[in-house]
Protein backbone atom coordinates (compact mmCIF):
# COMPACT_ATOMS: atom_id res chain seq x y z
CA UNK A 1 0.00 0.00 0.00
CA UNK A 2 1.69 3.35 -0.68
CA UNK A 3 1.29 6.50 1.00
CA UNK A 4 -1.47 7.75 -0.50
CA UNK A 5 -3.41 4.47 -0.37
CA UNK A 6 -3.36 4.93 3.59
CA UNK A 7 -5.78 8.46 3.33
CA UNK A 8 -9.02 7.86 2.31
CA UNK A 9 -9.30 9.52 -0.79
CA UNK A 10 -12.85 11.02 -2.42
CA UNK A 11 -13.40 8.12 -5.43
CA UNK A 12 -13.56 9.58 -9.29
CA UNK A 13 -16.84 8.71 -11.02
CA UNK A 14 -16.59 11.81 -13.64
CA UNK A 15 -15.27 9.71 -17.09
CA UNK A 16 -14.35 12.77 -18.80
CA UNK A 17 -11.47 13.06 -15.10
CA UNK A 18 -10.59 9.57 -16.00
CA UNK A 19 -9.86 10.05 -19.54
CA UNK A 20 -7.62 13.72 -18.75
CA UNK A 21 -5.85 11.26 -16.46
CA UNK A 22 -5.42 8.63 -18.95
CA UNK A 23 -3.98 11.05 -21.18
CA UNK A 24 -1.56 12.49 -18.77
CA UNK A 25 -0.74 9.33 -17.96
CA UNK A 26 0.45 8.33 -21.27
CA UNK A 27 2.49 11.64 -21.65
CA UNK A 28 4.41 10.80 -18.36
CA UNK A 29 5.24 6.81 -19.84
CA UNK A 30 6.43 8.16 -23.17
CA UNK A 31 8.64 11.20 -21.70
CA UNK A 32 11.52 9.10 -21.06
CA UNK A 33 11.09 7.07 -24.46
CA UNK A 34 13.84 8.93 -25.65
CA UNK A 35 16.50 8.53 -22.57
CA UNK A 36 16.51 4.63 -22.81
CA UNK A 37 17.23 4.88 -26.71
CA UNK A 38 19.86 7.44 -25.85
CA UNK A 39 21.74 4.72 -23.81
CA UNK A 40 21.63 2.00 -25.69
CA UNK A 41 23.22 4.05 -28.55
CA UNK A 42 26.18 5.16 -25.87
CA UNK A 43 26.02 1.39 -24.57
CA UNK A 44 26.17 1.62 -21.09
CA UNK A 45 23.79 1.81 -18.12
CA UNK A 46 22.51 5.16 -16.16
CA UNK A 47 24.57 3.71 -12.97
CA UNK A 48 27.73 2.75 -14.96
CA UNK A 49 27.75 6.34 -16.33
CA UNK A 50 28.54 8.34 -12.59
CA UNK A 51 31.21 5.70 -12.38
CA UNK A 52 32.70 7.42 -15.36
CA UNK A 53 32.80 11.16 -13.64
CA UNK A 54 36.29 12.42 -11.89
CA UNK A 55 36.57 11.68 -8.56
CA UNK A 56 36.27 15.75 -8.30
CA UNK A 57 33.69 16.02 -10.24
CA UNK A 58 31.41 13.56 -8.57
CA UNK A 59 32.28 14.83 -5.00
CA UNK A 60 31.43 18.20 -5.78
CA UNK A 61 28.01 17.53 -8.19
CA UNK A 62 25.49 19.02 -4.83
CA UNK A 63 27.58 21.64 -4.65
CA UNK A 64 27.26 22.27 -8.59
CA UNK A 65 23.92 21.71 -8.62
CA UNK A 66 22.57 23.73 -5.63
CA UNK A 67 24.46 26.63 -6.79
CA UNK A 68 22.90 26.32 -10.25
CA UNK A 69 19.72 25.87 -9.11
CA UNK A 70 19.19 28.81 -6.62
CA UNK A 71 20.75 30.84 -9.81
CA UNK A 72 18.33 29.64 -12.48
CA UNK A 73 14.90 31.01 -10.71
CA UNK A 74 15.97 34.50 -11.37
CA UNK A 75 18.44 33.65 -15.03
CA UNK A 76 15.13 32.09 -16.21
CA UNK A 77 12.59 34.84 -15.19
CA UNK A 78 14.82 37.32 -16.71
CA UNK A 79 15.03 35.26 -20.10
CA UNK A 80 11.30 35.01 -20.48
CA UNK A 81 10.95 38.38 -19.85
CA UNK A 82 13.51 39.47 -22.37
CA UNK A 83 12.51 37.13 -24.90
CA UNK A 84 8.84 35.97 -24.53
CA UNK A 85 6.89 32.59 -24.63
CA UNK A 86 8.02 30.94 -27.25
CA UNK A 87 6.71 27.46 -26.45
CA UNK A 88 8.79 24.07 -26.30
CA UNK A 89 10.73 24.32 -29.54
CA UNK A 90 12.54 27.44 -28.41
CA UNK A 91 13.76 26.14 -25.09
CA UNK A 92 14.37 22.48 -26.75
CA UNK A 93 16.53 24.51 -29.35
CA UNK A 94 18.51 26.44 -27.22
CA UNK A 95 19.22 23.71 -24.89
CA UNK A 96 20.20 21.22 -27.78
CA UNK A 97 22.65 24.24 -29.17
CA UNK A 98 23.87 24.95 -25.73
CA UNK A 99 24.75 21.39 -25.38
CA UNK A 100 26.60 21.19 -28.54
CA UNK A 101 29.16 23.88 -27.52
CA UNK A 102 29.69 22.00 -24.32
CA UNK A 103 30.01 18.45 -25.83
CA UNK A 104 32.70 20.16 -28.41
CA UNK A 105 34.91 20.98 -24.88
CA UNK A 106 34.39 17.51 -23.24
CA UNK A 107 34.02 17.44 -19.59
CA UNK A 108 35.30 20.81 -18.84
CA UNK A 109 32.79 22.27 -21.24
CA UNK A 110 29.87 20.14 -20.11
CA UNK A 111 30.68 21.45 -16.71
CA UNK A 112 30.58 25.13 -17.85
CA UNK A 113 27.66 24.94 -20.05
CA UNK A 114 25.40 23.23 -17.11
CA UNK A 115 24.12 26.05 -15.08
CA UNK A 116 22.75 27.79 -18.71
CA UNK A 117 21.19 24.18 -19.76
CA UNK A 118 18.94 23.88 -16.31
CA UNK A 119 17.61 27.51 -17.14
CA UNK A 120 16.50 26.76 -20.04
CA UNK A 121 15.28 23.78 -18.69
CA UNK A 122 13.42 25.57 -15.81
CA UNK A 123 12.47 28.37 -18.49
CA UNK A 124 10.30 25.62 -20.60
CA UNK A 125 8.68 24.05 -16.88
CA UNK A 126 7.94 28.47 -16.16
CA UNK A 127 6.31 28.88 -19.94
CA UNK A 128 4.02 25.60 -19.37
CA UNK A 129 3.12 26.48 -15.48
CA UNK A 130 1.94 29.56 -17.48
CA UNK A 131 -0.11 28.00 -20.31
CA UNK A 132 -1.94 25.93 -17.18
CA UNK A 133 -3.57 29.59 -16.05
CA UNK A 134 -0.39 29.71 -12.91
CA UNK A 135 1.81 32.61 -12.29
CA UNK A 136 5.76 31.76 -13.21
CA UNK A 137 6.94 33.99 -10.39
CA UNK A 138 4.69 32.02 -7.62
CA UNK A 139 6.40 30.32 -4.85
CA UNK A 140 3.87 27.11 -5.93
CA UNK A 141 4.93 27.33 -9.57
CA UNK A 142 8.55 27.16 -8.38
CA UNK A 143 8.84 24.38 -5.25
CA UNK A 144 6.29 21.97 -8.46
CA UNK A 145 9.64 23.16 -10.52
CA UNK A 146 11.72 21.48 -7.84
CA UNK A 147 9.71 18.43 -7.42
CA UNK A 148 9.90 18.04 -11.55
CA UNK A 149 13.87 17.92 -11.35
CA UNK A 150 13.36 15.74 -8.23
CA UNK A 151 11.88 13.09 -9.95
CA UNK A 152 14.15 11.62 -11.51
CA UNK A 153 15.87 11.67 -15.34
CA UNK A 154 15.25 10.62 -18.63
CA UNK A 155 17.91 7.70 -18.19
CA UNK A 156 16.14 6.11 -15.03
CA UNK A 157 14.04 3.34 -15.43
CA UNK A 158 10.39 3.33 -13.84
CA UNK A 159 8.48 -0.07 -13.51
CA UNK A 160 5.22 1.95 -12.41
CA UNK A 161 5.33 0.69 -8.68
CA UNK A 162 8.07 4.02 -7.69
CA UNK A 163 6.85 6.55 -9.51
CA UNK A 164 9.11 9.60 -9.66
CA UNK A 165 5.89 11.71 -9.78
CA UNK A 166 4.60 9.81 -6.48
CA UNK A 167 8.17 9.41 -4.99
CA UNK A 168 8.64 13.71 -5.40
CA UNK A 169 5.67 14.83 -4.06
CA UNK A 170 5.64 12.28 -1.20
CA UNK A 171 8.98 12.93 0.28
CA UNK A 172 10.53 16.34 -1.39
CA UNK A 173 9.14 18.98 0.59
CA UNK A 174 10.11 22.20 1.79
CA UNK A 175 8.50 25.59 3.85
CA UNK A 176 10.71 27.26 1.62
CA UNK A 177 11.72 27.21 -2.39
CA UNK A 178 15.32 27.54 -0.44
CA UNK A 179 14.79 25.24 1.98
CA UNK A 180 13.38 22.84 -1.30
CA UNK A 181 16.65 23.55 -3.36
CA UNK A 182 18.88 22.37 -0.14
CA UNK A 183 16.14 18.74 -0.39
CA UNK A 184 16.31 18.18 -4.40
CA UNK A 185 19.73 19.52 -4.78
CA UNK A 186 21.21 15.74 -4.08
CA UNK A 187 18.60 13.97 -6.09
CA UNK A 188 18.69 16.36 -9.31
CA UNK A 189 22.91 16.06 -9.06
CA UNK A 190 22.43 12.25 -9.49
CA UNK A 191 20.66 12.94 -12.62
CA UNK A 192 22.71 15.36 -13.92
CA UNK A 193 26.24 13.13 -12.75
CA UNK A 194 24.57 11.00 -15.87
CA UNK A 195 23.36 13.70 -17.99
CA UNK A 196 27.68 15.12 -17.47
CA UNK A 197 29.47 11.18 -18.16
CA UNK A 198 27.17 10.43 -20.86
CA UNK A 199 28.35 14.13 -22.54
CA UNK A 200 31.73 13.45 -21.97
CA UNK A 201 31.66 10.23 -23.78
CA UNK A 202 34.49 10.20 -26.24
CA UNK A 203 34.09 10.36 -29.74
CA UNK A 204 30.37 11.77 -29.65
CA UNK A 205 31.53 15.13 -29.24
CA UNK A 206 28.85 17.73 -30.12
CA UNK A 207 26.71 15.30 -31.25
CA UNK A 208 26.15 13.23 -28.22
CA UNK A 209 25.86 16.65 -26.50
CA UNK A 210 23.15 17.98 -28.56
CA UNK A 211 21.12 14.43 -28.42
CA UNK A 212 21.71 14.98 -24.49
CA UNK A 213 20.40 18.59 -23.64
CA UNK A 214 17.20 17.64 -26.31
CA UNK A 215 16.31 14.57 -24.10
CA UNK A 216 16.39 16.13 -21.24
CA UNK A 217 14.52 19.02 -22.08
CA UNK A 218 11.74 17.47 -23.80
CA UNK A 219 11.52 15.07 -20.68
CA UNK A 220 11.01 17.79 -18.34
CA UNK A 221 8.80 19.80 -20.51
CA UNK A 222 6.67 16.45 -20.35
CA UNK A 223 6.78 16.03 -16.63
CA UNK A 224 6.00 19.74 -16.62
CA UNK A 225 2.53 19.05 -18.12
CA UNK A 226 1.84 16.42 -16.20
CA UNK A 227 2.63 18.08 -13.49
CA UNK A 228 0.95 21.28 -13.71
CA UNK A 229 -1.77 19.43 -15.94
CA UNK A 230 -2.58 17.46 -12.14
CA UNK A 231 -2.66 21.07 -10.70
CA UNK A 232 -4.85 22.84 -13.13
CA UNK A 233 -7.17 19.75 -12.55
CA UNK A 234 -7.77 19.69 -8.81
CA UNK A 235 -8.24 23.34 -9.39
CA UNK A 236 -10.75 22.91 -11.97
CA UNK A 237 -12.37 19.97 -10.53
CA UNK A 238 -12.17 20.53 -6.75
CA UNK A 239 -10.61 16.80 -6.50
CA UNK A 240 -7.20 17.02 -3.83
CA UNK A 241 -3.94 16.40 -5.92
CA UNK A 242 -3.37 13.15 -3.94
CA UNK A 243 -6.53 11.47 -5.32
CA UNK A 244 -5.35 12.84 -8.44
CA UNK A 245 -2.04 11.40 -8.45
CA UNK A 246 -3.14 7.86 -7.10
CA UNK A 247 -5.40 7.66 -10.24
CA UNK A 248 -2.46 8.58 -12.38
CA UNK A 249 -0.67 5.83 -10.56
CA UNK A 250 -3.10 3.53 -11.30
CA UNK A 251 -3.50 4.31 -15.15
CA UNK A 252 0.37 4.49 -15.37
CA UNK A 253 -0.03 0.85 -13.82
CA UNK A 254 -2.23 -0.05 -16.51
CA UNK A 255 0.07 1.14 -19.59
CA UNK A 256 2.88 -0.52 -18.18
CA UNK A 257 1.19 -3.93 -17.81
CA UNK A 258 0.07 -3.29 -21.29
CA UNK A 259 3.30 -2.67 -22.57
CA UNK A 260 4.54 -5.82 -20.83
CA UNK A 261 1.93 -7.77 -22.40
CA UNK A 262 2.86 -7.08 -25.80
CA UNK A 263 6.39 -7.70 -25.58
CA UNK A 264 5.72 -10.93 -24.29
Not at 13 to 37: F, K, Q, T, W
Not at 67 to 86: E, H, I, M, T, Y
Not at 131 to 144: C, K, L, T
Not at 156 to 172: C, K, M, N, Q, V
Request: a positive charge; aromatic letters at 6%.
Amino acid sequence: MTALQQHVLPPINDPSIHAEVDRLARRYVDAGGLGMDLLNTIGTSAESLIERLPSPIRSRMDKITRNALNRAFDAAGSSRRLVRDRGDWFNRLVSTASGAAGGVAGLPGAVVELPFTITMFLRGMLEIAVEHGFDAESDEVRMECLRIFAAGGPMAEDDGADLGLLAARLSITGQTVQGLIARVAPRFATVLGQKLAAQATPIFGAVAGASINYTFSRYYQELARVHFGLMRLSRETGLPKEALIEALRLSIERIDKRKRLRRA
